[in-house]
């Protein structure tokens, strides 16, 4: 057999072994094609059922999830038309997990491991928004976590800057703070004001067996520090102040503005 015929019959056999590779190719995926056209129009395989696993003391209903992944009981969704890595993505978007899985399980369950993040604060300038500890992740309340009493900060915008200061007044604030006083709320907004008499309010809230009792503090906007470590310090002595008539309750006014005084009102 000469050299030309050998070429021809090779190239005789590669290409019917290509047509063969690809019409079963072919042939597969018209299978595979009909399986998942008959499992998406099966009833069987309808989501029926979502389970939600917290990793915190917060609990997610299932609910919750069945409305942010448009889940309705009314017009059920197949489980093979049903996205994990989409329903992934609009978890992911609302910034409250720190950790989340979505996976499927036939018939018709889809389950969903979460940890929800720690919120440290209220932003007190937007509807329904907290923010972590690392001041790099904003995520609504509602309705992922329980009713937590969270100091309120308020910033004026949204200034980097603004969030550092604050971020760093509560850090302070936090680590001298204890039992029976709170963090109710924070307001920089003033230390960005115009003017010389610039200043951050710090509202600390004291539990008493008749009731919560505020503290307005009015510390200055540069030497801060001074001021939380002269209120601190004056803890033990609060009771003996003057009442604000009969209201026991009424807020306290505190001026820590300038240095070794401390101004009641």
Not at 24 to 52: K, N, P, W
Not at 164 to 169: D, F, H, I, Q
Not at 213 to 234: H, P, S
């Amino acid at each position: 057999m000469d050299e030309k015929l050998e070429g021809k019959v090779a190239f005789r056999y590669i290409l019917r072994s290509t047509l063969v590779v690809w019409a079963s190719i072919g042939v597969l995926f018209c299978v595979i094609h009909f399986l998942q056209s008959r499992r998406q129009a099966d009833e069987c395989y309808m989501i029926t059922t979502i389970v939600s696993r917290s990793h915190t003391s917060d609990i997610v209903a299932p609910s919750v999830f069945a409305e942010f992944l448009d889940l309705s009981c009314d017009a059920p969704t197949n489980l093979y038309t049903f996205s994990p890595r989409g329903a992934l993505s609009r978890l992911k978007a609302l910034d409250a997990f720190s950790r989340v899985k979505v996976r499927r399980v036939r018939p018709g369950i889809v389950i969903i491991d979460y940890t929800l993040r720690t919120p440290l604060a209220k932003l007190a300038d937007y509807e329904n928004r907290a923010i972590d500890a690392t001041g790099a992740h904003i995520f609504p309340l509602y309705p992922f976590f329980s009713p937590k009493k969270l100091p309120e900060l308020y910033l004026g915008s949204s200034e980097p800057e603004r969030l550092k200061l604050a971020l760093e007044v509560l850090g302070k604030a936090g680590e001298a703070i204890c039992w029976p006083f709170r963090i109710k709320a924070l307001d920089v907004s003033g230390r960005f004001a115009g003017g010389a008499n610039r200043e951050i309010i710090l509202s600390v809230e004291e539990e008493k067996s008749q009731g919560a009792k505020t503290y307005v503090l009015r510390l200055d906007g540069k030497d801060w520090q001074d001021g939380l470590e002269r209120f601190f310090a004056l803890t033990p002595t609060l009771d003996s102040l003057p009442k604000n008539g009969d209201d026991v309750a009424a807020p306290s006014v505190i001026d820590l503005r300038v240095a070794r005084i401390a101004l009641f009102r």
